[in-house]
């Protein structure tokens, strides 16, 4: 174990992740041209250079003045680093409309709705730095605290909305902004207006559809008062930057934390809009976090894995294990910790990243020091509160209070069912929709999402996605069936005037049994058009291999028919193999049994990694894939041509044995007399027979299936029981939906 005690966290532990990169983070600052007094680091520029300057100060100034400080592993005196944090400092307050100087593309920051996002995350690297600030860092702070609050509250507006105007992390930290300036300031002409918007701000931000109806009082006034509008629908799903969004989530949490932080240092007592739907939000968070601390984002991500949102959840944790007193959030905060020693060790350079996302800094030094900063800022946070703030270090049992059970949110077509043997979701409007996550609970290292379980279309084009025609959930005890349709584009072509393409319709039938292990997919895709594809793959589920894996050196097991495979992540070409039977086991964790498939079940693991921001390149995860149908290369499709036609079973928490003896006995499948309809028989882990059937072509009306087990049927869909007739033969009615579940009575 990288912690002398797995299940206590305190202020060292981040300390000593803290201090080499503060070392190895040298090569990334610069002195001012033409004011060596003041120090950048990253690019100096505008936006986004500014929030990584404010995120890399704190970091160090949290380290500069801890107590058990290190010149051996800063490589430098405490003096040195203090004066070079206090340089740091003042050039992001110079650089300010209120300073002296301009950023280093030649403009002045602030007075955006984003401008005081950095200055929330920076404040308590300025508490820790109080002792050395000087009267005239004091009133250039102050000038640069009041000038942002007066804009906000003479100048920004209020705005808040379930997909337009989606605004419940800005309205969060630019309220906090201004409750922050009236508690540092009471003598601020503005104060009383700072608190009064900052309130309406803060009601805003975790707002939901009754809160519009809400005689609650907060601060004096009702919620339905200080309403204008929700972000978060009735089922707090999220839909920021376009799909369910579980990281801005947690950005929400962490900057309500950040705010939390400063009364509770202080002594004082918070607005009472400051936890304004916060347990209910941290409720469904928690369901959505492995005991290891990562986040299982169901609706997926387009920004570089692991980084940003899952860095700024420490100051969430750190609150809900203080205001709660929740155990649970320790737990989480001392696995990720793990996570983040085990890419350090990995990386052996004291940085943050380097490895995985160093193409990065090549082609962008701005993003990789943003990425870089914000890893340093939230650490320095579970080190600064860590330090002052008496908050609970250790687990009181090793039980994680797991809430079971289902949920599901409309808009975004998202269901999942959460057990003691198995996490299963699916999400149609997912970031790389649509995407489906089946695993063991403990096993978060199996995660990805990118279109995961969807099957994968790639054209020509730079950019191939899916857009979402139709969906429909059921949800019922213990699991859930959705089905849907998707229409699969390309755009941006090397030649010249090529048009965006329709290159294929997608059909799928996801079905999330009862029984606490098994979930049963069906894929069924057709080209629209004559295209020149470069990859067709069913199945697609992508088991990441890489630094997080618990294997060393980065590896991944598998079990096949044809015996054990070890998959390397590093390795000089592109594995790809098929193998014979119907099977194969991940980890001993995960089983795949295909049911019917044109195509033999392949493994294939590229070379260089292919998970990045969006079109991933560059690489910065790398993902094995086992797939059915697995073309690569360029090729073209005719028009209306069968590119996928597979159904397929999974088994969360079953080894290598299970695993094969669940799919000698998916050799002998039912079969559908109408050619537009597919039917997949499993047996569940509860002893019971379960039937999905569906319809893969546009068709209405009765379907009959032949070589049925026998017995009698419930749908789990609708109220209808079903018998078998004595030859075998089924007929089930599907008008109006495209697809059913049946369970042996």
């Not at 601020?188 to 707002?207: C, D, L, Q, T």
Request: charged share 20%.
């Amino acid at each position: 174990m990288l912690f002398s005690d797995r299940h206590k966290v305190n202020a060292q532990n981040y300390i000593s992740l803290l201090e080499p990169w503060i070392k190895s983070s040298m090569r990334h600052i610069v002195r001012h041209p033409d004011r060596p007094d003041l120090a950048i680091y990253g690019t100096g520029y505008n936006s986004w250079g500014v929030q990584t300057q404010q995120k890399a100060f704190a970091a160090f100034a949290v380290v500069a003045t801890h107590p058990e400080y290190s010149k051996e592993r800063t490589g430098m005196t405490q003096a040195d680093l203090i004066e070079l944090t206090l340089a740091l400092l003042r050039f992001n307050l110079e650089s300010h409309w209120v300073g002296t100087i301009s950023c280093m593309d030649m403009t002045s920051w602030g007075h955006t709705w984003i401008s005081v996002l950095g200055l929330e995350r920076m404040m308590h690297g300025v508490a820790a730095l109080d002792a050395y600030l000087t009267d005239h860092d004091r009133a250039l702070l102050r000038a640069v605290l009041i000038s942002e609050s007066n804009w906000l509250l003479e100048c920004y507006p209020i705005e808040a909305g379930p997909v337009k105007n989606n605004k419940p992390e800005s309205n969060f930290w630019n309220g906090a902004m201004l409750h922050r300036t009236a508690a540092m300031y009471p003598d601020a002409p503005n104060a009383a207006g700072y608190r009064e918007k900052g309130s309406r701000f803060m009601v805003n931000a975790i707002s939901i559809p009754e809160d519009a109806f809400s005689a609650d009082i907060l601060d004096g006034k009702t919620v339905a008062e200080q309403h204008v509008g929700y972000n978060f629908f009735e089922s707090y799903a999220l839909n920021h930057h376009g799909y369910m969004n579980l990281g801005y989530m947690v950005i929400v949490l962490s900057n309500i934390a950040m705010l939390y932080f400063l009364y509770r240092e202080k002594g004082l007592k918070p607005p009472e809009v400051l936890f304004h739907h916060v347990r209910s939000l941290w409720d469904l968070v928690k369901h959505l976090t492995c005991s290891d601390g990562r986040l299982l984002r169901i609706g997926g991500d387009t920004r570089v894995r692991y980084c940003y949102c899952q860095d700024y959840a420490i100051p969430m944790w750190l609150m809900m294990a203080d205001w709660l007193d929740d155990r649970d959030a320790i737990r989480f905060e001392s696995g990720w910790l793990e996570h983040v020693h085990r890419e350090v060790a990995h990386n052996n350079d004291g940085l943050f990243l380097s490895d995985r996302c160093g193409a990065i800094e090549s082609l962008s030094p701005l993003y990789y020091t943003r990425l870089e900063s914000d890893r340093a800022c939230s650490l320095s946070m579970g080190a600064y509160w860590r330090r002052m703030v008496a908050i609970p270090e250790a687990v009181l049992d090793d039980q994680l209070k797991y809430r079971t059970g289902s949920w599901h949110d409309v808009y975004h077509g998202s269901c999942l069912h959460q057990s003691a043997r198995r996490f299963v979701s699916w999400t149609w409007l997912a970031a790389q929709r649509p995407q489906g996550l089946c695993l063991p609970p403990e096993q978060s290292d199996l995660a990805e999402w990118r279109t995961n379980l969807a099957g994968q279309i790639a054209g020509s084009g730079r950019k191939t996605w899916q857009e979402i025609v139709n969906h429909n959930e059921n949800m019922f005890d213990g699991g859930f069936l959705t089905y849907g349709q998707t229409a699969v584009y390309t755009e941006g072509f090397l030649a010249e005037g090529q048009a965006k393409e329709h290159n294929a319709e997608s059909r799928i039938v996801f079905a999330a049994l009862p029984d606490d292990r098994t979930v049963l997919v069906m894929q069924h895709i057709r080209s629209t058009m004559r295209s020149y594809l470069t990859a067709v793959k069913g199945l697609f589920l992508q088991i990441p291999n890489d630094i997080f894996n618990k294997r060393m050196p980065d590896s991944r097991v598998y079990w096949t028919a044809d015996g054990r495979v070890t998959v390397l992540r590093q390795k000089d070409h592109d594995f790809m193999q098929a193998y014979g039977g119907n099977w194969i086991n991940v980890e001993q964790q995960l089983g795949v049994a295909i049911a019917y498939s044109r195509d033999s079940l392949t493994l294939h693991s590229p070379t260089e990694r292919q998970i990045g921001i969006m079109d991933g390149k560059p690489g910065m995860l790398l993902a094995d894939e086992i797939c059915t149908t697995c073309r690569t290369g360029g090729f073209f499709v005719n028009p209306g041509e069968l590119l996928v036609d597979n159904g397929f079973v999974l088994l969360s928490g079953s080894d290598e044995i299970e695993t094969k003896d669940f799919a000698s006995n998916l050799t002998r499948q039912p079969k559908s007399i109408e050619p537009e309809a597919r039917v997949l028989a499993a047996a569940g882990a509860d002893g019971k027979t379960y039937l999905l059937v569906a319809l893969v072509e546009p068709k209405n009306g009765m379907i009959t299936l032949s070589d049925v087990p026998p017995g009698n049927y419930r749908s789990l869909t609708c109220d209808q029981t079903y018998e078998v007739k004595k030859d075998g033969h089924l007929s089930v009615i599907l008008i109006g939906s495209r697809a059913m579940l049946l369970q042996s009575v």
